[in-house]
């Protein structure tokens, strides 16, 4: 039920992009994606419900396919303060709203000057 | 400020020595979650609660306990704990509702010999 994420880990060089994709075997409600650099605690970058909606923050964008039950995570122009771990958390459409939300393992994002 | 405090952020002891983790929020959040983090594997879910003496398992609640005697606490107790509960730990809230971004602690780094 844990979502999978790809790539596990990627090194950039600032000014290039990035995709980070998060898979279900499951039909998903939501997505969330949260970024935490080393020796911190996550930190919430954005949702994204089922819709196939897109939705920016920053030079950061996220999509949620529903038909293919992934969401995919954008870095366009990489900064070296987006280098992190960056997590995606699924939740599942049950008849009873106590969803929990399931972490990926993370990708690692190592952006270079 | 809006925050989650945990405490302690260090902990080094012996197997089998009670020990606590205090976790506390001051956003009114219904839904309280703690996590373990591990090299490789993500962020595992350990034990939720949707509300005032309500609590559910997570995905790894082995060797664990909680207790939700007020909104704003959620205390991780290890009645035994055992080396292979050295982890990174986190607290999490948010609101109850679905969609809604969690709001994590600073983590607690816990080793027992």
């Known amino acids: 039920q844990q979502p999978v994420q790809s790539p596990q880990a990627v090194i950039l060089r600032e000014g290039e992009d990035a995709v980070i994709n998060c898979s279900s075997s499951k039909a998903l409600y939501s997505v969330h994606w949260y970024r935490q650099k080393h020796g911190e605690a996550p930190v919430f970058l954005m949702i994204?419900?089922?819709?196939?909606e897109q939705k920016g923050h920053e030079k950061i964008s996220a999509s949620f396919n529903e038909k293919k039950q992934q969401s995919s995570l954008y870095l366009t122009a990489s900064q070296l303060s987006y280098s992190g771990t960056y997590f995606c958390g699924t939740e599942y459409p049950s008849m009873n709203r106590d969803d929990k939300i399931i972490f990926g393992k993370g990708t690692r994002l190592h952006i270079l000057p | 400020e809006a925050q989650v405090t945990q405490n302690p952020r260090y902990l080094i002891t012996v197997t089998g020595k009670k020990l606590t983790v205090t976790c506390s929020q001051n956003?009114?959040?219904?839904?309280m979650s703690w996590y373990r983090q591990d090299p490789g594997l993500g962020l595992r879910q350990i034990y939720y609660s949707m509300n005032v003496e309500v609590t559910d398992k997570g995905d790894v609640p082995e060797g664990y306990k909680v207790s939700r005697k007020e909104k704003r606490n959620f205390p991780l107790i290890l009645e035994s704990p055992s080396p292979n509960q050295t982890s990174l730990y986190f607290c999490a809230s948010s609101f109850g509702d679905s969609n809604q971004p969690q709001h994590f602690g600073d983590g607690t780094r816990l080793s027992i010999l």
């Open positions: 956003m009114n959040h219904e839904y």
């Open positions: 994204l419900l089922k819709g196939g």
